[in-house]
């Protein structure tokens, strides 16, 4: 197998461990939620060069909204935010942005923001794409849906539903903090994903350590069911 071959062409991450961040050092939980998202604008400045094309990121799920109204409104708060200050750096880094998720139905002003991003991005070629208001088992029942909809359900025609759809298939998937489960994540594209979990808490997460899971990655037999 070539090197370009054994490569991670698309890499996604639980990014996880930010209420356990805050806690250490006695800081509410707001203050890992806005070190989390230093660590997202690390990483994505970091991309080039690592032969990723696409970089999945975990930022909200369908669940968390059993969180406290607080925290809730905290994380979409940052994600105004980090929307509207780093907006201009996708454009210039030539970053194409894509959503996974139920994310229409977030507030208004951020479908809003999110649209206007999209568009905006449209024609970059390294994609960053959020999961908001994401879960994989809706995502799934979503999918299945729209593909008994056009015609017979088939593996190809969920696949070409899935919020996923044109995306190069899932080659490594991260997840920090320790914690080790998909937490409703990717259940269908993570079918033969490479799966690494490092007990760094995500806003400890550095490039570097993205270096060390692609260099892991490299290392990896996938055999896809072969031999
Ligand atoms: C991940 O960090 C961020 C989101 C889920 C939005 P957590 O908030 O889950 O941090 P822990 O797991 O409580 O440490
Ligand atoms: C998964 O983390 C969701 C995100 C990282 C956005 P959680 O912290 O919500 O997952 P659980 O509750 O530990 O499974
Ligand atoms: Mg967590």
Redesign the pocket.
């Known amino acids: 197998m070539s090197e370009a071959d054994s490569r991670a062409r698309h890499v996604a991450i639980?990014?996880?461990g930010n209420?356990r961040w805050a806690k250490r050092r006695h800081l509410p939980r707001a203050m890992g939620h806005r070190q989390g998202v230093e660590a997202v604008r690390r990483l994505v400045r970091s991309l080039e060069g690592t032969g990723i094309e696409c970089l999945t990121l975990?930022?909200?799920?369908s669940?968390?909204w059993k969180r406290s109204e607080d925290e809730v409104d905290d994380l979409m708060d940052l994600m105004r935010k980090f929307i509207k200050s780093d907006l201009p750096e996708f454009i210039a880094n030539d970053v194409k942005l894509h959503i996974l998720g139920d994310w229409r139905a977030l507030a208004p002003d951020i479908v809003a923001m999110l649209e206007d991003a999209l568009e905006k991005t449209s024609g970059g070629s390294r994609t960053i794409a959020v999961?908001l208001n994401y879960g994989g088992q809706a995502e799934i029942v979503h999918a299945a849906r729209a593909a008994a909809a056009q015609g017979e359900i088939t593996q190809e025609s969920i696949e070409a539903n899935l919020f996923s759809a044109g995306l190069p298939p899932l080659d490594l998937l991260i997840r920090t903090s320790g914690?080790v489960?998909l937490?409703n994540?990717l259940l269908w594209q993570a079918a033969y994903a490479e799966m690494l979990f490092v007990d760094t808490l995500w806003p400890d997460f550095t490039p570097e350590h993205l270096q060390q899971a692609l260099d892991d990655f490299t290392n990896r037999e996938r055999r896809f069911g072969g031999r």
């Open positions: 639980i990014m996880d209420g975990y930022a909200f799920s669940e968390n999961a914690e489960r937490s994540f």
